[in-house]
């Protein structure tokens, strides 16, 4: 009777513990920082390009979520870990991080400036 106490204690710690999460992958993209608010219109059209840097500039002053868009994955991350955002905005950059899919966020290890980025606001013209 104690033997099989002792084995159904065991039995229910193990189906208690939870699963070990996945490890973190880090991966190394291309493509610029903006604003959630100027990038969402881009990413979710035909021409990912970046945002004119004074525009972005100014959003993120305001408190938008800062980004990173790539465009070849043609998808933005809100942007962890990364206190010089605003330094590195209309830059073309090697961003080396860990990118969650799920939360589509990026926690950034390092950023590496490859040129400038030709930049177009995404606001429409005032009438």
Known sequence: MIRMS??????????VVPPSPRPEVVVTVNGWLSDKACAAAKVAGDEVTPNGTPCVK???DEGVT????DP???????????????DDVGYYLELTGVVDEKTKTVSVHS????GDVIQMCARPPKK
Do not use: E, G, N, Q
């Open 6 to 15: 002792l084995l159904t204690i065991a039995f229910t710690a193990l189906a």
């Open 58 to 60: 100014k959003c993120l």
């Open 66 to 69: 800062p980004v990173f868009v």
């Open 72 to 86: 070849k994955a043609r998808a933005m991350y809100d942007v962890k870990d990364h206190a010089s955002v605003k």
């Open 111 to 114: 950023v590496k400036r490859l």
